[in-house]
């Protein structure tokens, strides 16, 4: 069986110490998939940004804040993997300067300065080797167009394109497409069973393909 890596839940990316950027991501998906993995027989590791969900207790669960964090703790772990899950929602922007202490309500209008925070996935797919990758893209349009430009440039094996109904939600409608553009599950339900047919897909094209299976 498999070592998987899963990344969960969202980032903060903090202002000042009250403050911080951030989305409704629930960390949902990600116990469903680990769940999904573990009734597999797969070991998992679950890099996990601040959620109020319970992981599966056979799972190693590491806590991260921000997207920085969650980065450093998934190269960490990925380097002991045999493969990624990245159904994790990480802030995507942060503050060029956070401040030391609260910001002041002056009246005044403030301009916040972002720069993108480095892709988890990305820079994890792109020292893959033998590994496999399969990527979460949450888009608001044009879902398969920009989910296959996802996958090519977070060097996925396999992309999973979902939309904004699925944050905080109990449910998600998913497709998973391949490199090639091909839509090879189109799946419906709560998210265990969504996990469940993932997991199924991943181990059908990933898994048992390169273990000779």
């Not at 009250?18 to 993995?37: F, H, K, P, Q």
């Not at 027989?41 to 969650?70: F, L, W």
């Not at 380097?79 to 802030?91: H, R, V, W």
Request: aromatic share 4%; charged share 25%; with cysteine.
């Amino acid at each position: 069986m498999s070592r998987i890596l899963i990344t969960s839940g969202p980032t903060r990316q903090y202002l000042d110490p009250v403050r911080y950027l951030t989305n409704a991501s629930s960390g949902r998906m990600g116990r469903a998939l680990a769940e999904a993995a573990i009734s597999l027989g797969h070991e998992v590791v679950i890099v996990s940004g601040p959620v109020e969900v319970e992981y599966p207790a056979a799972a190693r669960v590491v806590t991260v804040v921000s997207t920085e964090e969650m980065l450093a703790a998934a190269e960490s772990e990925f380097e002991m993997c045999d493969g990624l899950i990245g159904a994790a929602a990480p802030c995507d922007y942060r503050p060029v300067r956070v401040e030391s202490h609260k910001i002041a309500k002056t009246g005044q209008p403030i301009d916040l300065h972002l720069v993108e925070t480095d892709d988890v996935v990305a820079t994890l797919g792109a020292k893959k080797g033998r590994r496999w990758v399969v990527g979460f893209a949450l888009e608001t349009e044009d879902h398969r167009l920009r989910a296959l430009a996802k996958l090519e440039r977070k060097y996925c094996d396999l992309m999973v394109s979902n939309g904004p109904q699925a944050i905080n939600s109990l449910d998600n409608d998913v497709e998973i497409l391949t490199p090639a553009g091909e839509i090879i599950a189109s799946i419906k339900g709560s998210k265990e069973i969504v996990s469940i047919q993932v997991l199924e897909v991943i181990e059908k094209y990933l898994i048992k393909q390169r273990s000779g299976q």
